[in-house]
């Protein structure tokens, strides 16, 4: 598998997204900015939902797969505390579980992971959930 993106999250075990902080304000912002005007600046692995929806349509092929193998998933906005609020897929949860407040923590999935070559993308999940 490999990164959808380089420089969106650090190698680390566990994993931190990589946001960007204003050099002049320090307003901070995800995902990192190219240019001079912000420096990496790695996130918080855990914060709080602040809202979410169920992805329940199939978006454009590519890069998904065709209509026999859509599943529906959760989006979330999570707020990492005093950073910044990031928008997430939510993993390892029953959608009837999904409340808003509740404490998650940074994770990697499989964007489709009936791709012939997946990519790993950020999500969030329950605080001690596992796959």
């Not at 349509?57 to 599943?71: A, H, L, N």
């Not at 407040?101 to 070559?117: I, Q």
């Amino acid at each position: 598998m490999r990164d959808i993106a380089e420089g969106l999250f650090t190698a680390e075990n566990p994993p931190r997204l990589i946001g960007g902080r204003e050099k002049d304000t320090g307003r901070i912002v995800f995902p990192c900015p190219p240019g001079d005007r912000f420096e990496p600046h790695a996130l918080p692995r855990t914060g709080t939902l602040w809202s979410y929806t169920i992805q329940r349509f199939r978006p454009k092929t590519p890069p998904y797969s065709g209509p026999e193998s859509f599943r529906p998933w959760a989006v979330g906005y999570v707020e990492l505390p005093g950073e910044v609020i990031v928008e997430t897929r939510l993993a390892n949860v029953a959608f009837e579980d999904i409340k808003i407040g509740m404490d998650l923590e940074m994770t990697l999935v499989p964007l489709d992971p009936d791709a012939a070559d997946p990519v790993l993308i950020h999500a969030f999940q329950p605080v001690g959930a596992t796959a």
